[in-house]
């Protein structure tokens, strides 16, 4: 399984627009990131995880025409903001493409955008997506890729995290009950969002302190931090942490068999 970082932007990007680069140094392209999302791939199974605003150029960066399915983590709308770009993917198919997210997500998102679910009823607008809901704690498949969803704290709302076999991706989380914690137990990979950096008090976005202490209980071969803002400079990063626990960038490929 091969899994592909479009993006690991914080919900601003970087740099925001403006051209605000923070502390990161702009001469550094992998400080260049778009809003945080994923892609996992085996020989014949990819699926997308979030929908970003940057999805057209993140999917085109790859030349992604062909998707199984999508997971949505939450209704943030740096996560679901570029849904629209699914349209033409999904209508390549011979079946309207699924979105798979918890009730909340869905629903939030399709009474934002309900066209996407249903046609208008003036024949000129079709639905282009279907719904899927799962459980917070679910055990799922799409194409030869198993999926298990848990549940996390991102405080203003729950996100979903997914485990795919021993990798996991958590974005937009903060804390993690003990149930999550048990589905995450025994993985190799995880991807994990560090987006406070290393402020004290967290409210929406865990820290690099916080992740530490996660992954000395789960013990993972490698971790990689996501969800990265404008004070997170790669480089200062990668001095800062120890080996086993890396930033990512926009474009990183990760292959499960070789960690
Ligand atoms: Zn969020």
């Not at 550094?28 to 014949?44: A, D, F, G, W």
């Not at 249903?118 to 498949?141: S, T, V």
């Not at 004290?200 to 820290?207: C, F, P, R, V």
């Amino acid at each position: 399984m091969k899994i592909t970082i479009l993006g690991c932007g914080a919900s601003m990007g970087t740099p925001m627009a403006g051209g605000f680069w923070g502390d990161c140094d702009p001469n550094n392209p992998k400080n260049n990131r778009t809003r945080s999302s994923i892609l996992v791939q085996s020989e014949t199974t990819n699926i997308l995880v979030d929908a970003t605003v940057e999805l057209r150029t993140q999917l085109n960066r790859f030349n992604l025409k062909k998707l199984d399915g999508v997971l949505i983590s939450h209704a943030h709308s740096d996560h679901i903001n570029g849904i629209d770009d699914l349209k033409i993917i999904s209508l390549q198919g011979d079946e309207l493409m699924n979105v798979y997210g918890n009730f909340e997500t869905l629903e939030e998102i399709d009474r934002r955008c309900p066209y996407i679910f249903r046609p208008k009823g003036d024949d000129l607008y079709f639905e282009f997506l279907k719904k899927k809901h799962i459980e917070n704690y679910q055990k799922f498949r799409i194409g030869d890729i198993d999926i298990e969803s848990f549940e996390q704290d991102h405080m203003t709302c729950s996100s979903l995290g997914f485990r795919f076999g021993r990798v996991a991706y958590s974005v937009d989380v903060v804390n993690i009950n003990d149930r999550s914690m048990k589905v995450l137990e025994g993985i190799d990979i995880w991807i994990v969002d560090a987006g406070s950096y290393n402020k004290e008090e967290t409210l929406t976005h865990a820290n690099i302190q916080k992740v530490k202490k996660w992954v000395e209980h789960l013990k993972p071969k490698m971790t990689y931090i996501t969800d990265l803002g404008t004070n997170m400079d790669y480089k200062t990063l990668c001095d800062e942490l120890p080996p086993n626990i890396r930033p990512v960038y926009d474009g990183m490929e990760i292959d499960s068999e070789k960690i």
